[in-house]
């Protein structure tokens, strides 16, 4: 459960890996985006939507040489990608710069225990995770379904996936992407059974697990109302998928005492027409000595006043200064005007303790004393089918464990268990001016 990022250099065991997908995906973004758009249709999705292409080591009429063993690409419904990454408002340039720029990729030192080997894009925006075939199959499977699923949602919880090649493997976004330091990540799933996580020191490269997580949290009531009515949404599709298995990411970041948290977003001072391609930039920028593109503030379209602004709670959107916290002045380019903006808006929440004092689960020195946090949070490995595997896994484990508490159960108990864990450690505001 201990995230190590590790630089991906030359004669490391994963750089031809990398290499190859660097130069397929720089070729397919590259490709797809000069071609005409057109509405998504059936025949975008499916096995007859696949493009596949060699790339020789000596370079071909179509790809460049390279240093790496001659490879096979494969594309999986392309058009579809493309459209997938337009609604989550990524910029074709900056994509191919964070995962195909000369930065290196890192690798995270097998996070999971499925065996699939993680890289994060060297700016944290992106995560590539190696997929088994059967989890191939998953995500083509739902890919009419989850396509039409972001349509209808734009603060969908569930991971974002930005393209699926072979070499095997899925790009996404990084649920926990953001200039305040996460300090504590946990991977919740609402089964007890042996969820916690083994011996050794907690910190900030700790994956924690349901039966560590001491505190629950309260959050502004709209805010609570939107993500525990976004997390239903969400699951209905993974449960009409089969899908089990998945997990809530939690990351928290505490504050220092100075920030003390205001529990209500504060967006009102929010323009609506600033767009996800708006180029912001502080206006005491020096101070800063930043500016932040692509910042998004999901401008609330006209007759959807009742969106939710504060819920930017996956891994892209509102990026902080680091080490800022508060209120700033924006000075949007090309225009005279300057906005003031609520830093802040990613779900600042109040920690209080879930268990009573005499339980089992280990502590956590720190958590102890810090009570404001913001939270992140997302639906991540979501391709697990119920498929014959767990059903011969929930069998034995019936034998042994209430049959309820373990993980591998149907699509159906999975994800009704899921949300009552969920909204378990997100109960409703019991005295807000505290
Ligand atoms: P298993 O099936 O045994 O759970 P896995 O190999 O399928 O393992 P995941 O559960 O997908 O792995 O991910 C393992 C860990 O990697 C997560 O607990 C989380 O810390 C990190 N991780 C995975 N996906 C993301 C994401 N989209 N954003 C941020 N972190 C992620
Ligand atoms: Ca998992
Ligand atoms: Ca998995």
């Avoid at 225990?113 to 499977?141: A, M, N, P, Q």
């Avoid at 969820?195 to 309260?218: A, C, P, S």
């Avoid at 089969?242 to 928290?252: E, R």
């Avoid at 005279?336 to 802040?344: D, E, K, M, Y």
Wanted: hydrophobic share 35%; net charge neutral.
């Amino acid at each position: 459960g201990v995230l190590i990022r590790e630089t991906i250099y030359k004669g490391h065991g994963s750089y031809g890996l990398m290499l190859n997908l660097q130069l397929g995906i720089r070729y397919t973004v590259g490709k797809i985006s000069q071609e005409p758009r057109h509405e998504i249709g059936s025949s975008d999705f499916g096995p007859q939507a696949c493009v596949e292409l060699r790339f020789p080591r000596s370079g071909s009429r179509l790809t460049p040489c390279h240093e790496s063993v001659d490879f096979r690409w494969k594309d999986y419904c392309p058009k579809v990608f493309r459209h997938l990454r337009e609604m989550f408002k990524i910029d074709t340039a900056d994509y191919m710069l964070s995962i195909c720029g000369n930065d290196a990729l890192r690798e995270l030192a097998s996070p999971g225990k499925s065996g699939s080997v993680f890289f994060l894009s060297h700016d944290d925006r992106y995560i590539i995770k190696t997929l088994r075939k059967s989890e191939v199959k998953v995500l083509l499977g739902m890919l009419p379904s989850y396509y039409h699923h972001v349509q209808m949602y734009e603060n969908m919880l569930i991971t974002k996936f930005f393209g699926v090649h072979r070499v095997r493997f899925v790009v996404m976004g990084n649920m926990l992407c953001t200039d305040l330091h996460i300090h504590r990540r946990y991977d919740l799933k609402g089964s007890l059974q042996g969820r916690w996580t083994d011996n050794g020191e907690i910190d900030e490269n700790t994956t924690l697990k349901d039966l560590d997580l001491k505190y629950v949290f309260q959050l502004e009531p709209s805010w609570r109302e939107a993500l525990l009515k976004q997390l239903v949404c969400d699951c209905r599709l993974l449960e009409s998928q089969g899908i089990m298995d998945y997990s809530v990411l939690l990351g928290l970041h505490f504050r220092a005492p100075q920030h003390s948290a205001t529990l209500s977003p504060e967006l009102s001072t929010v323009p609506t027409n600033l767009t996800h391609s708006s180029c912001v930039t502080y206006a005491n920028e020096q101070e800063m000595g930043c500016s932040h593109r692509g910042l998004v503030l999901v401008p609330r379209q006209p007759g959807n006043e009742t969106s939710t602004p504060g819920l930017h709670v996956r891994g892209s959107p509102l990026r902080a200064p680091a080490g800022g916290d508060g209120e700033v002045d924006l000075l949007l380019p090309g225009t005279a005007r300057r906005l003031q903006i609520q830093l802040g808006v990613n779900m600042p929440a109040r920690a209080d303790r879930r268990f009573d004092e005499n339980d089992a689960c280990r502590e956590d020195k720190v958590l102890e004393e810090v009570h404001d946090v913001v939270l992140y949070l997302g639906i991540i490995d979501i391709l697990q089918a119920y498929g014959v595997t767990k059903r011969i896994e929930h069998a034995y484990k019936s034998l042994h464990y209430d049959p309820l508490s373990i993980s591998a159960v149907g699509p159906k108990v999975y994800a009704k268990r899921f949300q009552e864990f969920v909204s378990s450690i997100f109960p409703p505001t019991t005295n807000q001016t505290n």
